[in-house]
């Protein structure tokens, strides 16, 4: 599974994800994008978009995408690595085109 990582989710988790292919946003040249048209471009090429934005689903009109976004409650390294399995898990079952927001304890 091919998985973007919005600029607000630390990079060092992309190791709990190792059995999927991860990128940033910085790498692929999309830094600064607004969510719209990240969303847009992504989806292209990828299954899953990371983020921490809480607001994602307020910004944007997300019917009709068909890349899963997953929304994690928090960006705290310490909190997503104790929390593994739970992204682990969530990832794997993520629906193209569904918008889940993962609470991390």
Do not use: Y
């Not at 190792?18 to 600064?32: D, L, S």
């Not at 890349?67 to 997503?80: D, E, M, P, Y």
Request: glycine content about 8%.
């Amino acid at each position: 599974m091919r998985i973007l990582f919005d600029e607000c989710v630390p990079w060092p988790i992309h190791r709990i994800l190792q059995n999927h292919q991860c990128v940033r946003t910085q790498r692929q040249g999309w830094a600064g994008l607004k969510n719209g048209d990240l969303l847009r471009l992504a989806e292209a090429d990828f299954d899953v978009f990371l983020t921490a934005d809480q607001g994602v689903r307020f910004q944007q009109n997300l019917t009709g995408f068909r890349i899963g976004i997953l929304v994690l409650s928090t960006n705290k390294l310490r909190a997503i690595l104790d929390a593994a399995a739970l992204l682990q898990g969530a990832v794997e079952s993520l629906r193209p085109g569904e918008l889940r927001t993962l609470q991390i304890p």
